[in-house]
């Protein structure tokens, strides 16, 4: 009951709402409770069929060990990842990175892999041990440090996508608080408020005046900060004000790994501002200026694997809104065309043609890691 209440569109609107992040917090913090144990999900007796991917390996190459941690993510990325590791022959543990000794029990493998899971706290202990296992153990890491440094840092992202001159949304970030307030008085609205960390419109909120938008500066500076979503999490001395731009009523996500190109439509509901995380996917055909742009910024932020969120303007033009190295992916059909999945699969001459196959994004994330970190290249 409680669970088709929450996946229905009133349940995700209203879990997205500032005033129930306050109440639930409040409501938390009264309530004493044990430490929280997340459960480890397996879905392998459950996995859609897909097609193998495999790499070839260069005669005399050998294979790496590897270690697996099991994530709690729903759905889990590490059973995609086990079912790479063996239909390729791979010796791999799992990996209790977690524990006090972690470092230690590591010494016997050459690569880990560790699907990050999106919350703040296990964000930071995942970049401090993949920097360690990088920089002083010799280890390969998927994800790599420096996807780390972007994944859910949404100000770490739009400060790469300046860099290069991607068209994405207009955005206020600023850790001045005079320079902040000096800006609201001026700005116009309404304006999207976020912090750096949350998939599926966490932590996305709507300002509509200069009045809301004074209160969230003030508070954002303030010496406690300000309450979020997550109640171990505060917003404290910067702002994240994103313009609110006009649409055409969805907005797209396009997954780039390799050569391949995924990508769904994510309607807005009826009164509405926000598409992800409301349940509205729709599959078809992707414009051709989204695919090229999503390829455009996997190529030069040189990434292994990226879906890029974007929308289209009222010119026309689209607009990025933010990227993830991690996504929620429930099926291995990721692309649809005719109610067939398939990928957009680019050549070498950086045209690009639709091949049917249902393959799951961990896999093919995967391939590409080991192919460009142990310079192996598959024989297709």
Same mark, same amino acid.
């Given at each position: 009951m409680i669970g088709n209440f929450k996946s229905s569109l009133l349940g995700r609107k209203l879990y997205r709402s500032r005033w129930f992040w306050t109440f639930r917090n409040a409501v938390r913090n009264l309530i004493k409770k044990d430490p929280v144990s997340y459960p480890i999900l397996d879905d392998r007796n459950e996995l859609e069929p897909a097609e193998e991917v495999l790499i070839s390996w260069k005669e005399g190459a050998s294979k790496p060990t590897v270690g697996l941690v099991k994530d709690t993510s729903n759905p889990p990325y590490w059973t995609k990842y086990e079912r790479f590791l063996r239909n390729n022959g791979f010796n791999f543990e799992y990996y209790d990175v977690h524990r006090s000794d972690w470092l230690e029990a590591a010494k016997g493998f050459d690569v880990i892999i560790w699907a990050t899971e999106g919350k703040a706290p296990q964000i930071e202990e995942q970049k401090r041990k993949t920097y360690i296992f990088e920089k002083f153990s010799g280890k390969l890491c998927?994800?790599?440090?420096?996807?780390?440094?972007?994944?859910?840092?949404?100000?770490?992202?739009?400060?790469?996508?300046?860099?290069?001159?991607?068209?994405?949304?207009?955005?206020?970030?600023?850790?001045?608080?005079?320079?902040?307030?000096?800006?609201?008085?001026?700005?116009?609205?309404?304006? *999207?408020?976020?912090? !750096?960390?949350?998939?599926g419109s966490l932590g996305v909120e709507l300002i509509k005046d200069s009045r809301q938008?004074?209160?969230?500066?003030?508070?954002?500076?303030?010496?406690?900060?300000?309450?979020?979503?997550?109640?171990?999490?505060?917003?404290?001395?910067? +702002?994240?004000?994103?313009?609110?731009?006009?649409?055409?009523?969805?907005?797209?996500?396009?997954? *780039?790994?390799?050569?391949?190109?995924?990508?769904?439509?994510?309607?807005?509901?009826?009164?509405?501002?926000?598409?992800?995380?409301?349940?509205?996917?729709?599959?078809?055909?992707?414009?051709?200026?989204?695919?090229?742009?999503?390829?455009?910024?996997?190529?030069?932020?040189?990434? +292994?694997? +990226?879906? +890029?969120?974007?929308?289209?303007?009222?010119?026309?033009?689209?607009?990025?809104?933010?990227?993830?190295?991690?996504?929620? *992916?429930?099926?291995?059909?990721?692309?649809?065309?005719?109610?067939?999945?398939?990928?957009? *699969?680019?050549?070498?001459?950086?045209?690009?043609?639709?091949? !049917?196959?249902?393959?799951?994004?961990?896999?093919?994330?995967?391939?590409?890691?080991?192919?460009?970190?142990?310079?192996?290249?598959?024989?297709?």
């Open positions: 998927f994800p790599s440090y420096d996807t780390l440094m972007w994944h859910e840092d949404k100000i770490f992202q739009y400060e790469c996508l300046q860099i290069f001159n991607f068209p994405a949304i207009r955005t206020f970030i600023s850790y001045s608080a005079p320079e902040a307030l000096d800006w609201i008085q001026r700005s116009k609205y309404p304006l *999207v408020s976020k912090q !750096p960390v949350g998939a938008a004074r209160a969230a500066v003030r508070q954002s500076f303030s010496s406690a900060g300000r309450p979020t979503y997550w109640p171990y999490f505060r917003q404290k001395d910067y +702002v994240y004000l994103q313009n609110f731009q006009p649409n055409e009523g969805y907005d797209l996500r396009v997954i *780039v790994v390799g050569n391949r190109v995924f990508g769904y439509y994510r309607d807005v509901p009826q009164g509405e501002y926000r598409a992800s995380g409301m349940g509205l996917v729709r599959k078809g055909a992707l414009p051709d200026e989204a695919v090229r742009l999503a390829m455009d910024v996997s190529r030069k932020l040189d990434l +292994v694997v +990226v879906a +890029v969120d974007m929308l289209r303007d009222t010119d026309g033009k689209f607009q990025i809104i933010e990227m993830s190295a991690f996504i929620q *992916v429930d099926t291995p059909g990721q692309l649809h065309l005719d109610d067939v999945p398939g990928a957009y *699969v680019f050549t070498s001459k950086d045209e690009y043609h639709f091949e !049917p196959g249902k393959y799951w994004i961990q896999e093919l994330a995967l391939k590409e890691f080991f192919e460009r970190r142990l310079s192996v290249r598959a024989s297709s």
